[in-house]
């Protein structure tokens, strides 16, 4: 089935310091989405991609479509504490009408003191 | 409503009982998705409405599992014979123009425990 492998696990970072994560597949998407979620909360979206090779930027964040269309990544520059959290890829599958949408498993981003 | 509003927030039950969760969607959403969380994982697939008719089903789990979405507003999942296994988070999205920008807004989720 279809799958997203997000990597790494988890990072432990120094305040100031820039992050990326990836995200790959081994099917195609239309969509690459980047979402964040807090603790005892639903996961936010960050950023979507709609064409290969796209490049986005949300003001730290920034995200690009690769051009396989099978694989993403997310940078964030200069992380600060509430950067926290966890980070998720997911895909839209390509489909006359399926809008299925799933997630890889995250990225969970510390801030070290 | 202003946001994706689930209820119970937490629900406590029985193995082998009947639980209900409830998804109000933002005002004017056509689409409502429903996703299964458990610790340390992301959202997993369950199952998709586009209006009143389940768009797709795949991601449920087995036939336990139940969805109903009857005046295209608020969707109801239902659990029946409740197992261990069941115990997770289940989320709630919905989403005004499916199949474009992806953007799903998220409920907090009802936390499923099953003793």
């Known amino acids: 089935g279809q799958q997203l492998n997000q990597s790494p696990q988890s990072m432990f970072i120094q305040e100031g310091e820039d992050v990326s994560m990836n995200c790959t597949s081994s099917?195609?998407?239309?969509?690459w989405l980047w979402y964040k979620q807090d603790p005892g909360e639903g996961p936010v979206l960050l950023i979507a991609l709609y064409k290969a090779g796209e490049l986005t930027s949300n003001g730290r964040l920034t995200a690009q479509f690769g051009i396989t269309r099978k694989d993403s990544f997310l940078n964030i520059s200069a992380s600060i504490p509430s950067d926290v959290g966890i980070y998720f890829c997911?895909?839209?599958?390509?489909?006359?009408?399926?809008?299925?949408?799933?997630f890889g498993k995250g990225t969970r981003l510390h801030i070290l003191p | 409503g202003a946001g994706v509003s689930q209820t119970p927030s937490n629900k406590v039950t029985e193995k082998g009982k009947y639980v209900e969760l409830r998804c109000d969607p933002i005002?004017?959403?056509?689409?409502l998705y429903w996703y299964r969380q458990s610790l340390g994982q992301g959202p997993e697939f369950l199952i998709y409405f586009q209006g009143t008719g389940a768009a797709d089903d795949s991601g449920l789990p087995n036939d336990r599992f139940f969805a109903v979405r009857p005046e295209g507003s608020v969707s109801t999942l239902k659990i029946q014979r409740t197992e261990r296994g069941d115990s997770a988070v289940y989320l709630c999205?919905?989403?005004?123009?499916?199949?474009?920008?992806?953007?799903?807004?998220f409920g907090e989720g009802s936390r499923l425990t099953v003793l």
């Open positions: 999205a919905s989403s005004s123009l499916a199949g474009t920008t992806g953007e799903l807004f």
């Open positions: 997911a895909g839209q599958l390509p489909g006359n009408r399926d809008d299925k949408i799933i």
């Open positions: 099917s195609i998407f239309n969509t």
């Open positions: 005002s004017g959403h056509t689409a």
